[in-house]
C-alpha cells in the first residue's frame, strides 16, 4: 500500500500513539502520554505492527509490592516504632511490653533486636528484665526510619528505579515476615520501524482526517475540507465468539430432525426403569448370562416399582411356556424381581413400552434418544453414562434385507460414513442379529450399532400378535464423532472454552 494511503488509513488510536513511541516505548507510558486506556493503546500496537509500523516485545520486570503484614505496618506503624513508643513515659518490664503494644511475641523480639542495633534501647535485670529508652532513642521519634519511608512510596515499585537508601531498606524488610514481595511481571515494550517513522514524519495527527460520515456532516458540506479514511479490510481483528449450541447437544438435535423428515415418530421412556421393560419385556430369561453384559446399576431408594398385573402375565407365559410356537425358557419367572428399579442400561428398554402402548399405529416407525448407564471403563470409545438412539419398524413382511439399508442408510445420513460392515451378532431378544462397523479414520473400525428384528416371543405378549418388527440400537456418541471429526468420545461433554468456540457445529 502507498504509505500516504496508508497513513490515511490510521485508527484515531494508531494516529495518538505513534508520535509518542520514539519518548514513551512502555505501554503504561505509552498510555498515559497518548490519553487513551493501556487497552486502547495495545489494540493500537497490534494493529500498526500488523502493518508493520512497529514491533511489540515483552521484557520482565521486577516489582516490589506490599505483602500482609506490609500492608497493616502502613496503616499502624512498624513494630520496632509501637515498641520506642510505648516506652516514651517510663521504662516497662518486657513482658509488659507486648500487652501495651498489641504486638505479637515474634514481633516484640525482632522489635527488641532492632532497636538495640540502633543504640535506642537497653535492658536493665532487676527482679525481672526491663526495656528502657536511651537518649539515642528519644531523638529517634522526631527521626523517620528508612524502613518508614521506603513503606510510604507508591507501590509497585519497579527495583530498577530504587535509591541506594531504598535498596538498603528492601533488603532489611526482605528478611522479616510478610511485609514486602518481589514479583515478575511481563511489559509490552514497542519500537517504531523505518516504515513506522516515515508516518509520524507525514504528521499523522491530522485533525481533518473523517473516521465517521454524520449527517451533519453531509448538510453543512463540511465534508469537503475533510479527508476520509481509508478502511482496510484485510486487517487482522479480533475474533467474536457468537453464542451456539453445544456441538454435541447441536448434533442430537439434528439426528432427532432427520428421523422426524423420515416419518418415525419419537417415544420416549424414564431414566430409573424396571428390569421388566430393560430385560425380561425383551425375551431376555432372567437366569440368563446375557444380562451380566448390561452391568446394570440398581437403585437403592426405592427397590421396587408396581407394573400392571396383566402384562406381567403374559410376559411371564412367554418366558415359562412360550409364545408364538416356542416351548419358552422353562424356568419359573420372578414377579417381584422383574419389578426391581435400575437405571436404563439401553435404548432398547423403551421399545417394549412403545410396543405395549395402546397409541401403537400398524405399520409405524418409532425411535428414540435416550440416555443409558452402565458400569464400564473410560477410555476413547466408552462412558459409563452415554447416549444412543434406537428405534423399530413395525408392518407385516419385513425383511433382513430391509433392516440391511436401513442400517447403511443411518451411517450415510446421520455421519457421513461410506465404509461399513454388516457382521452376525447375537441379542437375546433378536434373530437374526447384526451389528454394524464403521471405519473411523484414526481409530480404526467401531461399532456403531446392534440390530436385528424382534423375536415373536418378544413382540406377541406384548402386541397381541405375531408380526414383523425390525429394531436398531445405535451408539449416537460414536456417531458423533464420525460427523464432529473427534477422536475421543469424552471431547463431547468438553468444558473447554476454546475447543466449545471453534467446534463444528451440525
Same mark, same amino acid.
Given at each position: ?85 510505648? /516506652? +516514651? &513515659? %517510663? $521504662? =516497662? ?9 498489641? *504486638?505479637?511475641?515474634? @514481633? ?15 535492658? /536493665? +535485670? &532487676? %527482679? $525481672? =528484665? ?9 531523638? *529517634?521519634?522526631?527521626? @523517620? ?19 541506594? $537508601? ?152 412367554a418366558h415359562e ?108 431378544f433378536t434373530e ?63 468444558h473447554d472454552l ?9
Amino acid at each position: 500500500m502507498d504509505i500516504k494511503k496508508l497513513a490515511q488509513s490510521l485508527h484515531p488510536y494508531e494516529r495518538r500513539v505513534l508520535p509518542e513511541l520514539a519518548d514513551h516505548p512502555y505501554l503504561a507510558d505509552l498510555a498515559t502520554a497518548s490519553g487513551l486506556k493501556e487497552v486502547e493503546a495495545m489494540r493500537a500496537l497490534q494493529w500498526l505492527e500488523n502493518k508493520k509500523a512497529v514491533t511489540i516485545s515483552t521484557e520482565p520486570r521486577e516489582l516490589v509490592v506490599l505483602d500482609k503484614n506490609g500492608q497493616e505496618y502502613l496503616k499502624k506503624g512498624l513494630p520496632e516504632r509501637r515498641f520506642l513508643v510505648a /516506652l +516514651k &513515659d %517510663k $521504662e =516497662l518490664p518486657l513482658s509488659k511490653i507486648a500487652e501495651k503494644t498489641g *504486638l505479637a511475641h515474634e @514481633e516484640v523480639n525482632i522489635s527488641l533486636g532492632l532497636l538495640r542495633q540502633k543504640s535506642a534501647i537497653i535492658l /536493665l +535485670k &532487676d %527482679k $525481672e =528484665l526491663k526495656v528502657k529508652i536511651t537518649d539515642h532513642g528519644k531523638h *529517634l521519634f522526631n527521626t @523517620e526510619f528508612l524502613e518508614e519511608k521506603f513503606l510510604k512510596k507508591q507501590f509497585p515499585v519497579e527495583t530498577s528505579q530504587l535509591t541506594p $537508601e531504598d535498596k538498603h531498606s528492601l533488603e532489611q524488610l526482605k528478611r522479616r515476615k510478610q511485609i514486602i514481595a518481589i514479583e515478575t511481571q511481563r511489559i509490552k515494550k514497542a519500537k517504531l520501524t523505518d516504515l513506522g517513522k516515515k508516518l509520524v514524519s507525514l504528521g499523522v495527527r491530522d485533525e481533518n482526517i473523517v473516521d465517521t460520515i454524520t449527517p451533519q456532516l453531509l448538510r453543512a458540506n463540511e465534508w469537503k475540507n475533510k479527508t476520509i479514511r481509508r478502511y482496510d479490510v484485510t486487517i487482522n481483528v479480533p475474533q467474536v465468539a457468537g453464542g451456539k449450541k453445544q456441538p454435541y447437544l447441536s448434533f442430537l438435535d439434528h439426528v432427532r430432525q432427520k428421523f422426524i423428515a423420515l416419518g418415525f415418530t419419537e417415544c420416549a421412556g424414564p431414566i430409573v426403569e424396571q428390569e421388566f421393560w430393560n430385560m425380561d419385556a425383551l425375551y431376555m430369561p432372567q437366569f440368563h448370562s446375557a444380562r451380566d453384559i448390561h452391568d446394570a446399576y440398581f437403585v437403592s431408594q426405592p427397590p421396587y416399582t408396581k407394573i400392571d398385573p396383566k402384562l406381567i402375565k403374559k410376559v411371564k407365559e412367554a418366558h415359562e411356556h412360550g409364545a408364538a410356537g416356542s416351548t419358552g425358557w422353562k424356568y419359573h419367572f420372578n414377579e417381584q424381581r422383574t419389578q426391581r428399579n435400575i437405571l436404563r442400561s439401553h435404548d432398547t428398554a423403551v421399545s417394549p413400552r412403545m410396543l405395549a402402548s395402546p397409541n401403537l399405529q400398524i405399520p409405524g416407525k418409532y425411535f428414540q434418544i435416550t440416555r443409558c448407564f452402565r458400569h464400564d471403563v473410560i477410555d476413547a470409545t466408552h462412558l459409563p453414562d452415554f447416549d444412543q438412539v434406537g428405534g423399530f419398524v413395525i408392518q407385516e413382511g419385513l425383511t433382513l434385507r430391509h433392516l440391511f439399508s436401513l442400517l447403511r442408510m443411518f451411517a450415510k445420513e446421520f455421519a457421513g460414513i461410506e465404509e461399513v460392515r454388516l457382521v452376525p451378532g447375537y441379542f437375546p431378544f433378536t434373530e437374526p442379529s447384526v451389528e454394524l462397523y464403521a471405519k473411523h479414520p484414526t481409530l480404526g473400525w467401531i461399532e456403531l450399532a446392534g440390530a436385528g428384528i424382534f423375536r415373536p416371543e418378544m413382540v406377541k405378549p406384548l402386541v397381541g400378535k405375531d408380526i414383523s418388527v425390525i429394531a436398531w440400537g445405535v451408539g449416537i456418541s460414536r456417531l458423533a464423532m464420525f460427523a464432529l471429526n473427534m477422536n475421543d468420545v469424552r471431547q463431547l461433554f468438553s468444558h473447554d472454552l476454546a475447543f466449545l468456540r471453534n467446534a463444528r457445529v451440525i
